[in-house]
């Protein structure tokens, strides 16, 4: 269950604007997400931010405001993920908890959720603190990321899951707009909350194993956009997308392009990451 979630009830709070602004030059990737989600309870609560990293993908930069209080963090060494976890993840009065696990390794505590050595570099954990009623807050993440070579000689490029929750409707909708309902239903997970006597024998490392497995979900729509520069030091023989129609901003009497700007040729429809494939010359 990544995104903003509600330390409390363990639940996610609804996004309402997504942005993905990429660039990808040779084989890295430079990525800034921008995402708004909004606090609709009538009293405050705790958040804490869940943003899942793909291998080899560093975090250069974070920013969260809320009700006009800027939230940073500090890179001090961006090829370790593990830096900018020890800095982020303070508690809500601002301490930071830490500890050890039974093997001697080290754990940071971040107030309900626990991360090991293992875990902490694919994912980047922030306490938000507390998130007044009704509130508005506005979350930039920044990374860098190496993008391996698939085996047909392409490079692709994936949106994060935190960016892009499938929206859940209701049955009708659904089969109006998939015709694939019935096979997603049946693998889709449900986002609940644990019975706290069902939490008990749960170990910590299991438990953000257990948020991190579960499925992205949105309760409403949201504003989504998409916009992927690729400035290659080869020339581009093709660029495609398997989930969505794109569109290529390039000279259209050109043989091959150094430069093009994809973005989304129609409106996003919540169903799936948008993927991109991209295939040197």
Known sequence: M??????GSQNALPLSVSEITSCVRGYTLALTASMTYNNFEDNPIEGIFIYPLEE???VVGFEAMISNQIITVQIKDKSKIDDCYFDCCTTANGALQSGSGKDGSRVKYCGHIVLDEDLERTVLVVNLGVIPPLETVNVL???SSELPTLPNGGIRVTSPTVCTPRVQRTINEEQGLSPNFQNRTRDSRHNCALDPHEQTPITPQLYMAQLLEEEAINSIDYEFSFQLEIRAPYLLAGVESPSHAIRADADPLAR???SVVITLADKYTYDCPVEILIYPS
């Not at 990544?2 to 330390?7: A, E, Q, S, V, Y």
């Open 256 to 258: 091959s392009a150094t």
């Open 56 to 58: 080899c993908s560093t």
């Open 2 to 7: 990544p995104g903003l979630i509600n330390k």
């Open 141 to 143: 993440v920044s990374t």
